[in-house]
């Protein structure tokens, strides 16, 4: 991966900028994004006496809307970036430049990541100047902090679809990788769960709101993104309830060491997408 | 525009003729009203195609995908300044080769340079020195054709200036503001003659370029080809179409199922399989009947009819005996027409002797 020419990484990045912005899907999702987030926002201020709620309550709100939306913005973007991109023909003639696959594919990374982050950065950023508006702009900053995670949580999904992309024979099989993917991060809480509950798990507590979780249920969440980046995101706001439960994650659990996976999870896939996408045949 | 005299072949008279190189002419002769085509030839001197150091050097190259060799052990080279052809039916391993050559697929064994530079050791400079248009081409939806032109003119370092000289010379100015996304595929495909002449390349590499358009876009892309090759570009040309790849071309070779079948001049090709070229004559009131006295003329290869035409082959000092055969016999000939060895003809036969061998 070494001698890169960050000159023509730029070039593609600004290409898919260019052309992936001015997509109807991604606008239209990105539309349904911003007015959810206002509601949530809107919605978050009702159990107080101001018109929007604060940061903690909005973020409590706009969580459960972006663990669903960013994901699939970022494998909408991303499943035909090389295999629908190889059967079309365009990557072909990209290819026959003089650039590198490895140049491709960070400027492919970079350039849809760019389009990802306008999402969250529009939706969230509104939200965000009306709290600085009506509660004051230090919790206006920390709302920073929670745009980072959601950029954060697309780029580790645009590098797990990138990396389906990549693999894929054909377009559809992108599609059909894209749509597992995405199904299987709505449905793996729910699975674990299951598992807690299967194993003699407190259900009773559920009714109480008082539930003490084992370490190892809590240690699961490595492996999912969606879930580890709401831990990030309650870790980051002092959040300790999810879902009218308490949530006590364990001492080893810090905030460094939730960015470390979260980075683990962008750049594991993103070098195996480099290796698939360099054994390709176009 | 070239000058031709021609010989009528009933009635001797000379003609004069102009057209443009691969025109085809509908004559009809002065004297005695006798109607013909005649094809202007755009062949160009065989010496250019033999001589000089090579663009493209193919060596043993072998492509498998599981069990199936696409290309199995093929080695030709392309000399700079030529238009070269690669033919063979579909799924003869043409696209592949040319994918191979341009390392956009990974091959089993074999070695590949573009202008000296390997294209495995030094893809950037290889690379640096072609233009390549694809036989499925592509562009981004949301992008008119000038930003992807900028695109690719940024990706080659030159200037963004030339954009939109090049989508002018194509003819696309018209639709500098749409987006591709709404181009018919014609229209994709000039864009695409359009940006495989940025940078201005020495060696272009077209894939079917002319694959599923119609006569107009398949005009104005042959007329393209042969003005880049007139400017001193070295075309590795890969076809289906016979007709274009004999109009277009200096060399050809012919592949099928992944190897070579015959690489030479399309003169060569048709000398070396002696196909002699076919007399057609129309005599009105034939009616599928060929006439007994042509039938013992010594040196006639074959004789066919179809409705009211008689196609003769034969060598050409026999023409002239089979013509007067027919008018001493009271035969009245409304048409005559000479018509040369198609590489369709070359390329049926190469291929049906390679596989019964």
């Known amino acids: ?282 | 525009m070239a000058t031709k005299t021609i010989m009528c072949p009933t009635c001797k008279h000379q003609l004069t003729i102009e057209g443009k190189p691969g025109e085809r002419k509908y004559i009809t002769c002065d004297n005695c009203n006798t109607r013909g085509v005649f094809t202007f030839p755009i062949y160009k001197p065989v010496a250019k195609a033999e001589t000089g150091p090579s663009a493209i050097e193919v060596k043993n190259l072998t492509k498998r995908y599981k069990d199936l060799t696409a290309v199995d052990n093929l080695s030709f080279n392309v000399k700079k300044g030529e238009i070269y052809g690669l033919l063979g039916p579909n799924g003869a391993g043409k696209s592949t080769t040319i994918k191979a050559i341009l390392d956009l697929i990974k091959i089993d064994t074999g070695a590949i340079k573009i202008n000296g530079f390997d294209i495995k050791q030094n893809g950037v400079e290889a690379k640096n020195s072609v233009g390549y248009l694809p036989e499925r081409i592509a562009f981004y939806n949301n992008l008119t054709p000038i930003q992807t032109m900028n695109f690719f003119c940024e990706l080659w370092g030159v200037d963004k200036s030339i954009a939109k000289s090049l989508i002018k010379e194509v003819g696309l100015e018209e639709a500098t503001n749409r987006k591709v996304g709404t181009f018919s595929k014609g229209m994709v495909q000039l864009l695409g003659v359009a940006q495989v002449q940025i940078g201005n390349p020495p060696v272009f590499i077209l894939d079917e370029p002319m694959g599923g358009l119609d006569a107009r876009w398949v005009k104005a892309i042959r007329e393209r080809i042969i003005a880049l090759n007139e400017k001193g570009a070295t075309i590795l040309f890969s076809s289906h179409i016979l007709s274009e790849v004999e109009a277009v071309c200096d060399r050809v070779a012919i592949i099928n199922k992944g190897k070579l079948i015959a690489e030479d001049t399309i003169e060569n090709l048709n000398k070396y399989l002696k196909i002699k070229p076919r007399l057609e004559i129309t005599i009105p009131g034939l009616n599928g009947k060929i006439p007994d006295v042509i039938k013992g003329i010594a040196g006639i290869e074959a004789i066919d009819v179809k409705k009211d035409t008689i196609f003769v082959t034969c060598e050409s000092s026999v023409r002239s005996k089979v013509i007067t055969t027919l008018e001493g016999a009271g035969y009245k000939i409304d048409n005559i027409k000479t018509v040369e060895p198609s590489l369709e003809e070359a390329f049926v036969k190469l291929i049906s002797a390679k596989e019964g061998a």
């Open chain 1, 1 to 282: 991966m070494l001698g890169v020419n960050p000159k023509k990484i730029y070039i593609i990045a600004k290409k898919e900028f260019m052309d992936n912005i001015r997509s109807k899907w991604i606008l239209l999702i990105s539309v349904i994004f911003i007015i959810l987030t206002i509601v949530s926002a809107y919605v978050a201020g009702g159990s107080t006496d101001e018109v929007f709620g604060g940061v903690e309550a909005t973020v409590v709100s706009l969580m459960s809307i972006y663990v669903v939306l960013i994901p699939l913005i970022a494998i909408m973007l991303g499943f035909s970036t090389i295999a629908g991109e190889a059967e079309a023909g365009s990557l072909s003639v990209v290819l026959s430049y003089p650039i590198k696959r490895v140049e491709v594919l960070l400027g492919k990374f970079l350039g849809l990541g760019s389009v990802l982050a306008v999402t969250p950065i529009i939706g969230f950023g509104f939200s965000g100047l009306v709290i600085v508006a009506v509660i004051g702009a230090e919790e206006g900053l920390a709302f920073l902090a929670f745009i980072a995670l959601a950029i954060v949580l697309g780029l580790i999904y645009l590098s797990l679809i990138m990396c389906i992309s990549a693999l894929a024979k054909t377009r559809v099989r992108a599609i059909a990788g894209g749509v597992a993917l995405f199904f299987w991060s709505m449905i793996y809480g729910m699975i674990v769960m299951a598992l807690y509950i299967g194993t003699g798990g407190d259900i009773q507590g559920f009714v109480t709101g008082q539930v003490v979780y084992p370490e190892w249920l809590f240690a699961t969440t490595v492996v999912s993104p969606g879930d580890l980046n709401s831990m990030a995101v309650m870790k980051a706001f002092g959040i300790n309830q999810a879902m009218g439960v308490s949530v006590e994650p364990p001492g080893w659990m810090t905030m460094p060491f939730l960015l470390i996976i979260q980075l683990l999870w962008i750049i594991i896939p993103l070098f195996l997408a480099y290796y698939f996408f360099k054994k390709r045949d176009i």
